[in-house]
């Protein structure tokens, strides 16, 4: 029998690729959908209307749902969780500090908010790379005295990142990464989003709190799990990040000292090798393959690479030596901010969760 899911933040960019992601989902099933009081009450297609010129505020390239268009749209702070098996939340992380923990209190929480990322009880699981830190969430419920939880994604500029360092960091040791990153727009989201005027013809150098959240996500999603917790990765994470005229997609250049010798080739092998375990579990969602590498030094781009896997697959390219950094190497990577990076990131989560017992 299917889980019975809700969708929370449902009409946002991150909510419309949730209903996409889940449409005709073999294990999950989306019977309730939630977001502000403004539209609460309407059918989610009214609720995707601009009310004033009465145009469709629908991002994704995928038509809705038939079946979600007529689904009446509730209110998220009176969300009826009864016969819920898992809540899916893309609303903000003001947001959701209010209301994750009341759905948690009785329904496990897949949220795409940082607002719990950083608490001490709480996983940031990244598909293929860190599942066994799942195991943090019965700590949770019990300090928390919870029949559910809350496990959220990393920032979607982590997320790309993390996968790429993984088998660099098993196989040389990781001594230090320095990160540059291009990001889409979409990542800012809708509302407030980007301005047309501030992103066409530009790149703009700073995003607030990303680079925090990039250098604090990636040690804690490399530690290592032990009986107080997660300890991090001990290696510093140096980010900048900017917003680039791209839509979907971020592109990052990446340069890491490796802490044992390596070959150009070892590296390609360990990152192309990446992700069979995860191929095994079978889950629905899964891709292929979890890191795409190429040889062709013009690629990744995000125009040709960001849908890789259906957009779950993170590419890689133009590794090649630094020889700034004892063991440097250094390479750049494209990974979807809104598929993997958000909703379809989730629902692969989830979909381990379920396999693994914790639904």
Known sequence: MKKKVAIVGATGIAGQQFLTALDGHPWFDVVALAASARSAGKPYGAAIRDAATGARRWWCNEEPPAAMLELPVQEAAALNLNGIDLVFSAVESDVARELEPRYAATTPVVSNASAFRYDSDVPILVPGVNFAHARLLELQRRQRHWRGFITPLPNCTTIGLAIALKPLYDAFGIARCIMTSMQGISGAGRSPGVLALDIVDNVIPYIHGEEEKVAKETGKILGQLGEGGIAPAPFPVSATCT?????????????????????????KQAMRQFGSELAQLALPS??????VVHDDPFRPQPRLDRDADGGMAT??????????????LKFLLVSHN???????????VAEYLASAGYL
């Open 243 to 267: 917003r680039a005229a791209v839509i979907e997609g971020h592109t990052e250049s990446v340069t890491i000292a490796t802490e044992r010798p390596y070959t150009i080739e070892a590296a």
């Open 286 to 291: 899964a891709p292929q393959r979890l890191i």
């Open 315 to 328: 590419s890689v390219g133009r590794l090649r030596a630094d020889t700034a950094l004892d063991n440097g």
């Open 338 to 348: 809104t598929k993997m990076g958000a909703a379809k990131g989730a629902v692969l």
